[in-house]
Structure formats: C-alpha cells, structure tokens
C-alpha cells in the first residue's frame, strides 16, 4: 500500500473509533437518565436487569474503540519512517490504548454508582 492509503485507512480507523465511542456516549446517557427518572421505581431485579444490559452494551462499545485502536497501531508499524505521520502524534495507538479503555471503565463505573445512589436514596 502507499503512504497516502495507509493514512487513510488510519483516518478510516479513527472515525469508527468515534464512532464507538458516540454509540457507548449514547447507551450511558440512555442509561443515566432512566436511572433519574425510573430508578427509584425500579425492582432490584429491573435495576439488575437494566445495569447488566448496560454494562455489555457499553463493554461492546469499548472493545470495538479498542479493536479500531490497535487496527491503527498495526499500520502504525508500516508508516514508521514516514515524515507526515510522524507529525500526526495523535495517531499513536499507544496514547489512545490507555486512555479510552481508562476513560470508558471509569464512565461506566460511574454511570453504576449512580444507579446505586439514585435507588439508595429511594430507600431512605
């Protein structure tokens, strides 16, 4: 493949990988705003049923964020001597690898804690 392909197919990557992760904002917003409104009217059998139907939902997100990362890094190898992606430093995989699994784990930790205070607070 030539130099201009390869960043292209890496501009191919990043935007699925925006788009995982518009679709794991998306579950975590549908998420917190039933939790709002509905959550202290929810079983704990809903609740359950609800979070763990987040948790993949969102974990599905991650993992395809993931997979177009490291699609990045593996071209990242054939373009290690050209002067244009040397200049793009945000196209290093390896930035992205930490953060987004970091960033993701922690919005759905949190999004879990809400749940739990919104229906703790239901029992007080």
């Not at 493949?1 to 990043?14: C, F, Q, R």
């Not at 139907?53 to 490291?70: D, E, G, P, R, T």
């Not at 244009?84 to 759905?108: E, S």
Request: proline share 1%.
């Amino acid at each position: 493949m030539t130099e201009a392909e390869l960043l292209e197919l890496m501009a191919i990557y990043s935007s699925n990988g925006i788009t995982a992760f518009t679709v794991y904002i998306s579950f975590t917003f549908a998420y917190l705003t039933t939790a709002y409104f509905a959550g202290r009217q929810l079983s704990t059998a809903q609740s359950i049923v609800v979070s763990v139907l987040y948790v993949f939902s969102a974990l599905s997100a991650l993992m395809s964020n993931i997979a177009q990362i490291s699609g990045m890094q593996s071209i990242r190898v054939e373009l290690e001597h050209s002067e244009v992606y040397q200049r793009m430093f945000l196209f290093d995989g390896k930035l992205w690898l930490l953060y987004m699994p970091f960033l993701l784990v922690g919005g759905i930790l949190g999004a879990l804690y809400f749940m739990y205070d919104i229906r703790k607070r239901a029992d007080v």
